[in-house]
């Protein structure tokens, strides 16, 4: 049998504006998803894009090589780089806020568990770490190989 859905927070309580906003949010072939998605196929490799048959939904899949590649963007996944500037936690509505992007930290938790056991490595790249080029190719041949 499976596992009902968790509900979806309701935003009746947000304003129209910042609903808009939040609708707004593109939650594939983002900038940073699609920059890698480039550096990947210069490099030479094929892969395809979220697999709706994994848990997830994967950004980069590479199947042959039982790899993933993860795209996340720092404000949404809460990078705990304390370094990064991108993570930190709007003033306004910060109980919200809070809530609601630990629900975002506990899924990816809850899929990376997943993905490692049904046999697959992921790669989990930042979107404050894909500015550093030279540094993503290497990170991203070295996983690769």
């Not at 809460?78 to 936690?89: E, F, G, I, Q, S």
């Not at 306004?92 to 629900?103: I, Y």
């Not at 993905?115 to 041949?141: F, I, N, P, Q, T």
Request: proline share 7%; hydrophobic share 45%; charged share 30%.
């Amino acid at each position: 049998m499976s596992e009902s859905p968790q509900p979806r927070p309701v935003f009746d309580d947000v304003p129209a504006a910042r609903r808009r906003n939040l609708a707004a949010v593109a939650a594939k072939d983002t900038g940073p998803e699609l920059r890698v998605r480039r550096w990947l196929h210069a490099m030479g490799y094929r892969f395809r894009l979220h697999r709706r048959d994994l848990p997830g939904t994967p950004d980069i899949v590479l199947a042959g090589r039982r790899k993933i590649v993860e795209v996340r963007g720092c404000f949404w996944h809460r990078h705990p780089d304390p370094a990064c500037r991108n993570a930190v936690l709007p003033r306004t509505r910060a109980e919200w806020w809070a809530a609601k992007l630990a629900r975002n930290v506990a899924r990816d938790e809850r899929n990376l568990a997943a993905l490692a056991d049904a046999g697959w490595s992921v790669l989990v790249l930042w979107e404050c770490e894909l500015k550093d080029e030279s540094g993503l190719e290497a990170r991203l041949r070295s996983f690769l190989l």
